[in-house]
């Protein structure tokens, strides 16, 4: 199920708040809404969200998930093609 941003929605159910988180970071990755946003931000904004981040990427994601599926590093020693 693809969803656009009228249908995002939590609270009904384990799927449907999945498929509407993952919309939702879509969103806020999109370059033109990063970079208005990160203006606007304060510093101590800026480190809370980071540290809340990756906070929840270092409690869900293995090392080598976290370089492979967030950072795109397909050489980090961590990565099975990137070991040597």
Same mark, same amino acid.
């Given at each position: 199920m693809t969803l656009d941003s009228n249908q995002i929605c939590f609270g009904l159910n384990q799927q449907l708040d999945q498929q509407s988180f993952s919309f939702f970071l879509q969103l806020a990755g999109r370059q033109e809404f990063s970079d *208005?946003?990160?203006?606007r931000l304060s510093e101590q904004e800026i480190h809370s969200f980071i540290n *809340? *981040?990756?906070g929840i990427l270092k409690r869900n994601l293995s090392e =080598? =998930?976290?370089h492979r599926l967030f950072l795109q590093? @397909?050489?980090? %020693? +961590? +990565? %099975? =093609?990137?070991? @040597?």
């Open positions: *208005f946003l990160s203006q *809340f *981040f990756t =080598e =998930e976290y590093d @397909e050489h980090h %020693p +961590h +990565h %099975p =093609e990137g070991k @040597e």
